[in-house]
């Protein structure tokens, strides 16, 4: 299905607890988009974020104490508010306040503030993000057994 990918916006501090979750959502038999596996080596970042967007229901924004409106990830927050404009909805913001990493209300970034946001322990992660999902992503949830 097209557009059914989840784009997953973490900051390089937090790669390993996003790729847990990356796992988990994949196990649930969902896409996601993830800069690890989905950047080549000679993509810009802006190309990159761009063509992700494109195939994505979903974005998720994990906020840690190290998370900052700033570069890669403005521009990120930027696409993310733009595809949810112009999708309604059938793309979602997805803002994550990661309590167990430092992440508060003070640390959302402003665009993000418009939109509720949950302040979560890691073991409520993949919970809320599958409760978040537009129609068209929880249709697709189903447990794919690993390879």
């Given at each position: ?87 309604s ?42 409760r ?9 949830i ?6």
């Amino acid at each position: 299905m097209e557009n059914s990918s989840i784009f997953l916006s973490h900051k390089g501090i937090n790669k390993p607890l996003v790729e847990k979750i990356d796992r988990a959502l994949r196990l649930l038999n969902l896409k996601t988009w993830f800069d690890r596996d989905d950047l080549a080596a000679s993509d810009t970042l802006v190309r990159g974020i761009d063509n992700a967007f494109a195939g994505c229901a979903a974005a998720v924004f994990f906020i840690s104490g190290e998370y900052v409106d700033a570069g890669v990830i403005r521009k990120e927050i930027d696409r993310a508010i733009h595809e949810a404009a112009m999708r309604s909805d059938s793309f979602r913001v997805i803002p994550l306040v990661l309590a167990q990493h430092g992440g508060s209300d003070a640390h959302v970034p402003a665009p993000l503030q418009t939109l509720v946001w949950k302040t979560i322990d890691d073991v409520e992660i993949v919970p809320t993000i599958l409760r978040a999902l537009p129609a068209t992503g929880q249709g697709l949830i189903q447990y794919a057994p690993p390879k």
